[in-house]
Each structure stands twice: as structure tokens, then as C-alpha cells.
């Protein structure tokens, strides 16, 4: 009976039947008494209580029959079932349904067949209760129809007693274990049952919560929507309405409000109703839900869950959000590819569906953002069921900023080794633990002759000898303990390229702790500049052109002397003439002359003394060593002089220079540098003053001399204003009448305290102060403005000192007194000295002709005393020749003086230069000089300096000095 179709009636009988499948154990007494009852009644061997389900029957009881099940095909029930009244097959073997049944024509040969449907109260059939005998029975009459039926509904009522209590048997078990709390209220919402977990969950006991209020475990929206549901219920007149779970709060008794899901469900029961309630403690779930939340939703790495299947995000965090850039209604219309590149995405949809269980990426992979940015990622990847779904949960560790930070190191890197490696000092690293080097560049390398292949892991010790190895291992401990940068000057160091010195800085470079694990070394290979610092300190030190120490060492030698209190003589030297030689035979041939000449003097010199050349033509000696004395400086004096004054050869030329010095002892004449130097400088001064050159030692009434020059300086300053000054004339006669034919104007200073001062005492400090121009002047005017007192054939003459000789001031200085005076410019002669031509002769021969051009006359005076002054006499044409004094004093006497006055009478002749002869004190050196041809004369013989009133007095008496007068 394949072909029976599960109609829905059977579907609904084959669903009730499941209630009642606890019967198939078989082990129902109750049953049992049932079918022996109606094999009694009916006496038949066999009775059945028997279930049709879709392929088979089976038996809750039986009697007379081997406990098993059978096929449908074969059931008798199955066909019972059809109907619902009694089935009653009186001769199997006659009834064409079941003539050929197999349990017909074989064991238990059924003839007789009564069966009485099972019918549950909602009509559905399960089976029957049949009575079965092997001898047909006609006689089964409708009475034993109505027997059977009623016993098979006593079977029926039996059935569902048992099935009811076993259900309720369940249901109490289940409420007893369940971890739900499940009560029962009545229509008054009394509550008339709850269960073990409904005291746990509320806090109750069983005799608190029976009998109370519903309301006690609810809040009151909750209350109200029950209130409404149980309206509903009414309205509605159905049997059954439920509610599905809700979450809500149920009032715990002690602890408040509770999280819960809440479901109900209302049936009618007998008259009223009645309300099932079940409230679950949700407090874990909710606890669990609000750390999947913290640990989704607002877990700080973006996070993001998709679909395996579609691939489209169900979940994504605020982290993810933030970092995307996408709202989170937005992510989630998209899908796991929609962050990747293009090109990428076959891949990935690959990766997605073949990873296990677990993926994350060895690398950085690229995201797009909502904007289009491109991010740098690593993701891990797991998968998980959601919300009934295959998911993956992807974390996304954002790696860009350290992508960019790696790439920035990497390229500091590269930056830092090309700065290693092309900086020209070595650079060198050693671990501070063992001392082994682990680098060194290019520049370390080239000097130290070493690749760093072969250097690297090797220590000191194997590089260089163990002395310098100590050395340098000491060093580097230093610099480890310090802890600060430490320099180490002229560091040597052995290299192929000799010894070289280094200036290294080193310093010890810590780890993260902070402990020094690496020592960085930075060596400047110096070798060279201190040779070339050595060379400038020596030039520091020394003159370049004489290569003799320079004034700057020359008192470090003096200080150093003096500190080392031992008795020394400072020398100083100044060359005569010097000046000369550069100016006439050119700066090379002074050059060379200064050369030869230091050299001269170091072969004369003691082993011990020190001679500088401290500028221009002045040059220092520094006498020491055992023995030094008055003598013994006497006696360098004279070999230095001696050296000097011997003619030397300079390109080609002889040359002759004189030189002066002038020496002070120490302790004697000082302790202190100054106080010597401005001694010896005194008594060369002294020895320059005599004229003759040579030596002076320092003498005390050099310093005299000195202050009161000094004092006479300061007091010349104002003697001017003070009118302290006054001129005196000396007369000047004509050899053969001895007519006063010039008057010579000679300065007179009377000083209010100090008396009257010789001019050969406060000339020189008012040149030396450069006052003799000021006071050049006045003399000029004063003398023109005494002239124009005399008779117009007698000149005046006036002295200029050379530091007159300032520029052309001098000549409008000049013109000036001639024209305030008005005196005539043919009766103004100008008195010159040699000295003049000493410096810049060019530039004074042009003041000189300057001078001449304004028509007065200019005299050589003094002449004699120079050193050439015949060249000067080609150089200019002076008017007049003063023949000094010193040739004629002992005109009588000398011959060779006699010579000279002669010589001169004779140039003055051929250079049409007036001759006049000075100091004439007597009679015989006036006839002398008168037999000689001398044209005009001047001593006291003839008249003393006059002041203008005597003088004035004196021409006016005729003009004549008076013989008689010199005379005395
Ligand atoms: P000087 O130009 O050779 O002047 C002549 C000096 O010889 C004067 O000395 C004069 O008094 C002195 N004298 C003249 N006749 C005789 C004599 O028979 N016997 C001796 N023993 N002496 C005689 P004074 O006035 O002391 O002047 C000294 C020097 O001072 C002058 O030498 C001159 O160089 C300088 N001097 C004087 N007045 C001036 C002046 O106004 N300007 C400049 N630049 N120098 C002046
Ligand atoms: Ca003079
Ligand atoms: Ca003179």
C-alpha cells in the first residue's frame, strides 16, 4: 500500500500520533488489562492496541500475540483507520482486501478481524483496538461492536490520562531544571505556580511569591502591556495567545531591576484563564553583549564584519568608521572588495574563500577610504557566526605613519652613512663591552691603511702594539666613566703613512637603558695642520725677512728672564745711516744688508744671548748666562759694533752703516720689563745723541735728562700763550768793513720758575713734541715785524727746524710773515740744517724751492757737521753756507779744520753761495778767516744775541759791531 498519500489529514494524524509515541515501550499495564478484557469478553486468543504510523504498526499492548511491529501493508488497523467506525472482517479468507494477506495466508492465519478506532479528541486516528481469531466469526454482532468501540475509547481515555500526567510529569521536571523562571497566574494575575528558578531569579521564596500579584515582579509598562494582551485575549475569544520574548526589567526583591526577556503565553482553562509566564535572566547575555559591543563596536582598532558569502559588511566599528571614512549606514551597504584596489580584488575574493579558520597578512596591504586615500594595513582575519551567518571578523592595523616613519628612518639612514662615509675625519664605533670595533669609514679606512673588512670584530690589540692599544683602551674607559664628550689633542698614531697625529673626540653612545654600549670615535688626522700651526708660531715668533725672533718673543724672553730672576742685559740696537742705504740703493739692498747684518751678529754673540729684530733698522739683544756684568756688556757692545760698522757688500754696492746701542743690566737698573726697555731706550738715545754712535750703559742722570725734557715739554705747551718767549738778533758783519749786514733771530724762553732755558735744551723737546711748528711760526713773525724796525739794507735771518718742513704750510706760513710784517722777501733769509735731506728730501728740496720762489734766500747752516753735504749741494742751491763753529774754534790749531774752511770757501765759490763763518770769538780767527776770503762773519767777536731794544740801539749807532767790544 505504497500509494497511500499523506493527505493533510494524515499529516495531522501522524502529528498527534508523536504525542503518543512514549507508548511504544510497551510497558503500559493499564493497556494490558485492556486487550485481556477484550479477548475475555469477545473470546478471541488475540487483541491488540495497535499504531499506524507511515510504514508500520506497532502495539501499547497485546495479548495472544508475539510482542513486535508489523508493516502497514499487511495492518489490518491500517484499514480501520479509514473509517471511523468499527471495522468487522468476519472470514479474512472471504473478504477480497485481505484474502491474500500475508498474515492471512501464513502465521497467525487471521480469519476473524474487529477493530474499534483510536480517536483522540481532535479526531485524528491513531490505531485501534482489535480483536483477531484464527476461526472465522459471523456472528460478531453490532452489541460487540458497541463493547469494542467503548472499550477502544476506555483504551483512548486511558491513553491520554497517561499521556497528560507523563506530560505534566515533563513539564514539572523541566521547570524544575529550567534556569528560566516560569509561573503560572490566573485571571485575577495571582500567581498559583513558580517554579525553583523563579525564586532565584526574583529573590522570593515559594510562600512570598504564591499567591501574590504579578504585579510585584513587573514594571509597570510591562504590567501594562500585559493588561493588554490579556484584553486582547478576551476580545479575540481564541484558546491560545502568546507573546514572543521581550527584553524588559523584572523587579528583583532586594537587588531592584534586573535585565530580562519576558514571554507569556494565556489559555482558557475551564472557565477563566490562566497565563504562563517564563522570564529569563539576562544579565550574563547582556553583560556579554556590552563587551562584544566594547569589544567591537568600540574597540579601538578598526574592525569590520562581512558576509562570507556576499562578501558585504554586516558590522563595522567606530574605529573602522573614523579611519575610512565612511558613516556606518554607509559601510554597510558595501562590501569587503569595495576597500581595495581594482586590481586586487580578484585576489582578495580568493584569499577570503580559501583561508581557514585564521588569516592575517605578512605584509601591509593597500585600503582605499571613502576620500580615496590609500592606507597602508595589515589585517587578521577570523571567522565567526553572526547573527546565523558565516562571517569574518577583520581587525585592520593601520601602518601607514609607520610605513612613512620606516621609510623616513631608512632614508636618515642612508643620509647618516653617506655623511659617515664622506666626512674627511675617521669615524669609528667600538662596543664598550669588548673593545671590538663595529664601524669605520671611508676616512678611517684611508688612514689607517685597514679596510674595514679587516677591521670590524678586531680590537685595539690586534691593530696596533699593545702599548698604543693600552693607551687607547685607557682613553676609552675615561670616556665610557665621564659620560660626556671628550677630546683627546695630538692623539698618535701609527699608520702606514708614519706617525700621525690625530685629534679625536670621543664619547660613549647609549642604548634604551641608558648604558653605554657603543663608544663613537671622530679622529681629525691634524699631522699637518700642526706643522703648519708650528710654522706659524714660529712665524709668530720670528722677523721673516732675518728669520731672528720677532719683538713678540723677544719679551717673552724678557718676561721668562725676569720671572727667573737671574741677573741678564738688555741691549738695543739702532742702525745710523740705515735709512740712507734703502733710500738710495733701493728696499732689496736694505733688505739684504739687514740680513747680513743679523747674520753678523749672531757670529758674534754668546751661546746664551738672544738678539730680535724688532722693527725697521732696531733690533734687541738680550745678554745672559754665567758672568754677565758691566764688562761683559761692554764687551758684546763692542764686537756687535764692530760687526756693523765693517763695510758691507750689497748687490754690488759697499756700504757703510753706523749703529748705536744702548744696554741696562738687570737686577741693577730694574726688575720690570718696561722700566728696562725704557732704560736701555734712554741710554740709546744717549749714545745716538753724541753723534758718534757707539754704546752707552743706562746711567741715572739719563733719566734726569729725560724727565726734564719732559717737564720742559709739558711747559713749552702754553709758554706760547704765556708770552714767555722772546727773540734775540745776533749781528752778522761783512768780513772787510764789518758792517752789520744780517741779523740772525735766536730764540729766548724765560721761564717764571725755571729760569731762562738754552735753546739747544728746549729747541729739541719742542721739535720731539712737534710745538716748534706753532712756535716756528711766531719766530718768523716776530723777526719780520723787528726787521721793519731796521735800516732797509740789513736782513734778518731766521732758523727752521726740519719738523717745520710739515708741507706746504711752511712756504704760506712764510709768505704769511712777510706780508703781516711787510717786510720785503729780499731781506728774509732762511737758516737750514742738513738734517733736513734725512727724510723725505725729495719733498722737502720741493718746499725748499718753494720757499725760494716767494724771493728770499735759504743758508746751509751748521755746515760741516753732516755726512755729504757736498750731494746736497748739487741737489739745491743755497744762498748762503754757515761754516759751523766747531771748525772755527780752533782755526789756529787745526790744520785740517783750517782744510775744511778753506774747501768750503771754495764751494761756496763755485756754488756762488755767500760763505759766513760762526763763532767768531777772536782776532785771530778773524784775520784768518778774512785772509781766507770768508765774506761775512758772526760771533761774539762782532756782537752777542741782543734783545730787539739793544739791538735796535746798536744800528742806530751806525750799523758797526763794535771790534772793541768783541774783543774783551
Ligand atoms: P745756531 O743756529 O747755530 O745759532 C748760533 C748759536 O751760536 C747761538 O746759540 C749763539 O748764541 C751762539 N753763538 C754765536 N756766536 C758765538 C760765539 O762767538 N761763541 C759761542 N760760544 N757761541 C756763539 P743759541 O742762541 O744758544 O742757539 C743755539 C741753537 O738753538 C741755534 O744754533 C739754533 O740751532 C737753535 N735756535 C735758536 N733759536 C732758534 C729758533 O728761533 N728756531 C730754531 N729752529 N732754532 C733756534
Ligand atoms: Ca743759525
Ligand atoms: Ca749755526
Known amino acids: 500500500m505504497s500509494e497511500h498519500t499523506f493527505s493533510g489529514k494524515e499529516t495531522r494524524r501522524l502529528q498527534e500520533l508523536v504525542k503518543y509515541r512514549f507508548l511504544r515501550s510497551g510497558n503500559n499495564a493499564s493497556f494490558d488489562h485492556i486487550v485481556r478484557l477484550a479477548s475475555k469478553i469477545f473470546n478471541v486468543p488475540t487483541s491488540l492496541l495497535s499504531f499506524v504510523e507511515t510504514d508500520i504498526q506497532w502495539f501499547a499492548a497485546q495479548t495472544g500475540f508475539e510482542p513486535c511491529e508489523t508493516s502497514r501493508d499487511v495492518s489490518f488497523c491500517a484499514h480501520a483507520l479509514e473509517g471511523s467506525d468499527v471495522l468487522v472482517v468476519p472470514d479474512a479468507l472471504e473478504d477480497p482486501r485481505f484474502a491474500s494477506n500475508a498474515l492471512v495466508t501464513g502465521a497467525p492465519f487471521i480469519r476473524f478481524y474487529a477493530g474499534a478506532p483510536l480517536i483522540t479528541s481532535n479526531g485524528n486516528v491513531l490505531g485501534s483496538l482489535c480483536v483477531i481469531d484464527q476461526k472465522p466469526r459471523p456472528d460478531f454482532s453490532p452489541e460487540d461492536q458497541e463493547t469494542l468501540r467503548g472499550l477502544a475509547k476506555l483504551a483512548m481515555d486511558q491513553m491520554e490520562m497517561k499521556r497528560l500526567s507523563e506530560m505534566r510529569r515533563a513539564a514539572l521536571c523541566l521547570n524544575r531544571t529550567s534556569p528560566d523562571a516560569i509561573l503560572h497566574i490566573n485571571a485575577a494575575g495571582t500567581i498559583t505556580y513558580a517554579n525553583r528558578a523563579a525564586l532565584t531569579i526574583f529573590g522570593y521564596s515559594k510562600d512570598e511569591l504564591i499567591n501574590a500579584s504579578i504585579d510585584r515582579l513587573l514594571p509597570p509598562n510591562l504590567q501594562r502591556k500585559m493588561a493588554a494582551v490579556v484584553r486582547k485575549f478576551r476580545r479575540t475569544q481564541t484558546e491560545f495567545l502568546s507573546f514572543s520574548p521581550i527584553e524588559s526589567i523584572g523587579l528583583h526583591k532586594t537587588a531592584g531591576a534586573i535585565p530580562v526577556e519576558f514571554s507569556a503565553g494565556i489559555w482558557t482553562s475551564d472557565t477563566s484563564f490562566c497565563m504562563g509566564v517564563i522570564v529569563r535572566n539576562i544579565a550574563n547575555r547582556k553583560r556579554r553583549e556590552a563587551s562584544f559591543e566594547l569589544l567591537f563596536d568600540r574597540n579601538p582598532i578598526p574592525m569590520w564584519i562581512f558576509d562570507a558569502e556576499t562578501l558585504n559588511f554586516v558590522a563595522f566599528n567606530d574605529a573602522a568608521c573614523a579611519l575610512y571614512g565612511y558613516s556606518r549606514h554607509d559601510a554597510l551597504t558595501r562590501n569587503a572588495l569595495d576597500i581595495r584596489l581594482q586590481e586586487e580584488r580578484e585576489a582578495i575574493r580568493r584569499t577570503i574563500t ?48 609607520r610605513e612613512e616613519a620606516e621609510s623616513e628612518l631608512a632614508s636618515t639612514k642612508i643620509f647618516l652613512n653617506a655623511v659617515v662615509e664622506s666626512i674627511p675625519s675617521m669615524v669609528f664605533v667600538k662596543e664598550v663591552d669588548n673593545g671590538r670595533f663595529v664601524l669605520l669609514n671611508r676616512s678611517g679606512e684611508d688612514l689607517l691603511g685597514v679596510s674595514r673588512h ?4 678586531k680590537t685595539d690589540f690586534d691593530l696596533f702594539d699593545a702599548i698604543d692599544a693600552e693607551r687607547f683602551q685607557d682613553a676609552d674607559r675615561e670616556v665610557v666613566a665621564s659620560g660626556e664628550l671628550v677630546t683627546i689633542e695630538n692623539e698618535r698614531v701609527v699608520t702606514p703613512a708614519g706617525i700621525r697625529a690625530l685629534r679625536t673626540q670621543k664619547v660613549g653612545v647609549p642604548d634604551a637603558d641608558g648604558t653605554p654600549r657603543y663608544l663613537l670615535g671622530i679622529s681629525e688626522d691634524v699631522t699637518e695642520r700642526l706643522k703648519v700651526e708650528e710654522h706659524n708660531r714660529h712665524l709668530s715668533l720670528h722677523d721673516i725677512l732675518t728669520d731672528l725672533p720677532n719683538r713678540h718673543s723677544f719679551q717673552t724672553a724678557l718676561q721668562q728672564l725676569l720671572a727667573g730672576m737671574s741677573p741678564f742685559a738688555l741691549v738695543m740696537i739702532d742702525l745710523d745711516r740705515f735709512k740712507a742705504v734703502n733710500d738710495t740703493l733701493g728696499h732689496h739692498a736694505g733688505d739684504e744688508l739687514l740680513r747680513q747684518l743679523s747674520r753678523r751678529i749672531l757670529s758674534v754673540i754668546g751661546e746664551k744671548d738672544i738678539i730680535a729684530r724688532l722693527g725697521g733698522d732696531e733690533f734687541g739683544m738680550v745678554h745672559t748666562g754665567q758672568g754677565v756684568s758691566e764688562e761683559s756688556v761692554r764687551h758684546l757692545a763692542e764686537r756687535v759694533v764692530s760687526a756693523i760698522t765693517q763695510p758691507f757688500v750689497v748687490d754690488g754696492h759697499t756700504v757703510s752703516i753706523g749703529c748705536s746701542l744702548g744696554a741696562v743690566l738687570s737686577p741693577d737698573h730694574g726688575t720690570k720689563m718696561d722700566v728696562l726697555i725704557k732704560r736701555a731706550d734712554l741710554a740709546l738715545y744717549a749714545a745716538k745723541s753724541s753723534g758718534q754712535g757707539g754704546s752707552r750703559l743706562y746711567e741715572a742722570s739719563m733719566e734726569e735728562k729725560a724727565d726734564r725734557e719732559r717737564l720742559l715739554r709739558d711747559e713749552l705747551k702754553s709758554a706760547l700763550r704765556k708770552n714767555q718767549f722772546c727773540l734775540n738778533f745776533q749781528p752778522v758783519v761783512d768780513a ?48 719780520c715785524l723787528q726787521a721793519m724796525q731796521w735800516p732797509e739794507e740789513i736782513k734778518v735771518a731766521v732758523n727752521l727746524s726740519p719738523r717745520q718742513f710739515t708741507g706746504f704750510a711752511l712756504a704760506a706760513g712764510v709768505a704769511q710773515a712777510l706780508s703781516r710784517s711787510g717786510l720785503t722777501p729780499d731781506r728774509l733769509e732762511l737758516e737750514i740744517t742738513e738734517s733736513v735731506f734725512l727724510s723725505d728730501s725729495q719733498d722737502n728740496i720741493q718746499i725748499l724751492k718753494e720757499l725760494k720762489s716767494l724771493g728770499l734766500r735759504i743758508a746751509l747752516d751748521d755746515f760741516g757737521t753732516g755726512y755729504s753735504s757736498l750731494a746736497y749741494l748739487r741737489k739745491f742751491s743755497f744762498d748762503k753756507l754757515k761754516i759751523d763753529r766747531s771748525f772755527v774754534t780752533d782755526i789756529a790749531t787745526s790744520k785740517e779744520n783750517l782744510a775744511i774752511i778753506r774747501a768750503v770757501i771754495g764751494l761756496g765759490k763755485s756754488f756762488s753761495a755767500i760763505v759766513t763763518a760762526e763763532g767768531v770769538e777772536d782776532l785771530e780767527q778773524y784775520e784768518c778767516l778774512k785772509a781766507e776770503g770768508c765774506e761775512q762773519l758772526q760771533g761774539y767777536l762782532f756782537g752777542r744775541p741782543l734783545d730787539p731794544t739793544a739791538l735796535s740801539a746798536l744800528l742806530l749807532t751806525g750799523g758797526r759791531a763794535r771790534r772793541a767790544e768783541a774783543r774783551r
Open 354 to 401: 580559501e583561508f581557514g579558520e585564521f588569516y592575517h597578512s605578512d605584509r601591509a596591504g593597500t585600503h582605499l577610504t571613502a576620500q580615496g586615500e590609500r592606507l597602508k594595513v595589515l589585517t587578521f582575519a577570523r571567522r565567526l557566526r553572526h547573527n546565523g551567518k558565516d562571517c569574518v571578523v577583520v581587525a585592520n592595523i593601520d601602518v601607514t605613519k
Open 454 to 457: 679587516d677591521l670590524i670584530g
Open 736 to 783: 772787510l768793513t764789518q758792517k752789520i749786514v744780517c741779523c740772525e733771530a735766536l730764540l729766548r724762553w724765560h721761564h717764571p720758575t725755571l729760569g731762562p732755558i738754552s735753546p739747544s735744551e728746549f729747541i729739541p723737546a719742542a721739535e720731539s713734541s712737534g710745538l716748534i711748528v706753532p712756535i716756528g711760526q711766531w719766530v718768523l713773525e716776530q723777526a
